[in-house]
């Protein structure tokens, strides 16, 4: 028996829903604002949301990937670099989802498939 094929909906399911994913982490990050040592939101300081960095109080190889995000939605190339060299990168993967999700939804869909049970014979096969 072979793994089953999700169907087209659930591939269009799967696709509005990282669109949507990304649309809304692209919108948080464009509405916080960073600076070099926080992020704020509306001027409220954004509280550290690290287990490990609120536990020890050093910073793990994660921390400054959310100001450098953010960096990038307000168009700072260099502060992001220069925040964690990741964020651009991370940016750029989740910023690319978007045209790529919305051709992938909006193309027609592909014609139902004809698709035989597995493991059961037919008359001509035997």
């Known amino acids: 028996m072979g793994a089953r094929r999700p169907t ?9 829903s990282v669109l949507l994913l990304c649309c809304l982490l692209l919108v948080g990050a464009a509405v916080l604002s960073p ?3 926080e992020v704020t939101f509306f001027g409220y300081e954004v509280p550290v949301l690290c287990g490990f960095r609120r536990l020890t109080g050093q910073s793990c190889p994660g921390c ?21 060299v990741l964020g651009p990168v991370a940016f750029l993967l989740v910023a690319l989802q978007l045209p790529y999700r919305g051709w992938r939804l909006w193309r027609p ?14 008359a001509a096969d035997q």
Do not use: C, N
């Not at 400054?64 to 964690?84: C, D, E, I, N, Q």
């Open 35 to 37: 600076s070099s040592s």
């Open 64 to 84: 400054g990937l959310t100001r450098s995000f953010t960096f990038m939605a307000h168009g700072l190339v260099g502060p992001a670099y220069r925040t964690h």
């Open 109 to 122: 869909m592909p014609a139902a498939e004809v698709t035989t049970s597995e493991g059961r014979g037919h």
């Open 8 to 16: 087209a909906a659930s591939d269009r399911t799967i696709d509005a």
